[in-house]
């Protein structure tokens, strides 16, 4: 289980496809616009389109969670008719090679939860194991009631504080996950699947759902034996009422236009959508070549964040040729190296994971300095 439900990612930068009068700008001969034009060209892939598409609105709502912690409506729920109302669903989903077993005891206790998110976070991991197993496979949800009598329990979320919950693990048997995959699971964006294959945002949704409900995540997995992943939720007679946090305060875009460059379709779209929910326009290019004729074609932008690693032009290369372009543009790099890169000057750096708050407390300081 690598990313989270495949998605259409390049549908999520945008929520659903623009209508005509939309200012949804793209770099020619971008992914985007081959993307558009290839669809047009091939109509065959229209049902396939239309299913991306459906499926990336949903990643667009739960990125945007995932960006603002939204809040959530749990109540109590009771997990044998949830289950029992998206067998045929996930059957569907599964296709005809994976068998699908269900052990959800009688007596399993109902959860304090949003029942939408849990079944959005249940459909996303199954989807994971239908794709962890391309041969076919069993894929099986089981849930039990848990009691934790005291925190760092074996087998337990190390943060949960004891108390009441129920264990929901859904267990595959494809083709597992490395040491090193597996200790990236639950990072934003991360996911193993190449460009279209994986809708970018990973294990990190469900964790964040999770954790917001009071509960937590637990994840093990051995190469070539499968997956299984549990989710700890707290039972609803026991559950806490849990104080929302405030929200973080949010740093608005004021419709200033970004220009970002990422080679990473997955990280492209993520960043995409957060910066628009942060009310800012984004200018998206595949290079630093097309970041390069952006900035030639004197196209307005108010600032540019580019990755550090890509192919053909790197990030430091960009910054040195668009200080020569546009000495006094305002550049934010992200780079997931620890050390900052030499070479660079009157430029800010943004180090990999990082929150969507910090990248908008970053940008807004490129933009008041300006």
């Known amino acids: 289980m690598g990313g989270i439900a495949e998605c259409g990612v390049s549908v999520a930068a945008l929520g659903t496809p623009a209508a005509p009068e939309q200012d949804q700008r793209t ?6 616009a081959d993307c558009a034009s290839t669809a047009l060209a091939k109509p065959r892939r229209s049902v396939a389109l239309a299913s991306r598409t459906a499926c990336g609105a949903q990643l667009t709502h739960s990125l945007l969670a995932f960006a603002r912690r939204q809040m959530l409506t749990p109540k109590p729920a009771h997990m044998l008719p949830l289950i029992a109302g998206m067998r045929p669903l996930l059957e569907r989903t599964l296709g005809g090679l994976i068998r699908f077993d269900i052990d959800v005891p009688p007596g399993t206790a109902p959860v304090m939860v949003d029942p939408a998110q849990l079944e959005s976070a249940i459909l996303n991991l199954a989807i994971n194991a ?4 391309p041969q076919g496979g069993v894929l099986t949800l089981r849930a039990d009631n848990i009691a934790i009598r005291r925190q760092g329990e074996p087998g337990c979320p ?15 048997t494809g083709i597992g996950m490395e040491e090193a995959t597996l200790a990236r699971a639950f990072e934003p964006f991360f996911t193993t699947k190449g460009v279209g294959g994986g809708s970018g945002p990973g294990l990190s949704m469900v964790y964040g759902m999770v ?6 995540v637990t994840i093990a997995s051995k190469v070539g034996k499968g997956t299984s992943v549990t989710i700890f939720i707290p039972r609803a007679s026991e559950a806490r009422a849990l104080t929302q946090e405030p929200p973080s305060e949010t740093i608005p875009g004021d419709g200033a236009v970004v220009l970002l460059v990422d080679d990473d379709l997955l990280v492209r779209a993520g960043a995409a959508a957060v910066l628009k929910m942060l009310g800012y326009q984004v200018i998206a290019a595949t290079s630093g070549l097309e970041a390069l004729k952006v900035l030639q074609e004197r196209m307005p932008v108010d600032v540019m964040i580019t990755d550090y690693a890509m192919p053909g032009m ?12 546009a000495p006094s543009l305002p550049v934010l790099l992200i780079t997931g190296y620890t050390d900052r890169p030499e070479g660079i000057e009157r430029c800010a750096v943004l180090h990999k994971p990082f929150k969507p708050q910090a990248l908008a407390e970053q940008i807004a300081t490129l933009l008041r300095v300006s």
């Open 211 to 216: 954790a917001q409900s009071g509960g937590g």
């Open 130 to 133: 239908r794709d962890a197993m």
């Open 27 to 32: 770099v020619q001969g971008s992914p985007a």
């Open 158 to 172: 190390a943060e949960l504080a004891p108390g009441d919950y129920v264990a929901i693990s859904l267990t595959d």
């Open 314 to 325: 790197s990030g430091v290369a960009l910054i040195q040729e668009t200080r020569r372009l």
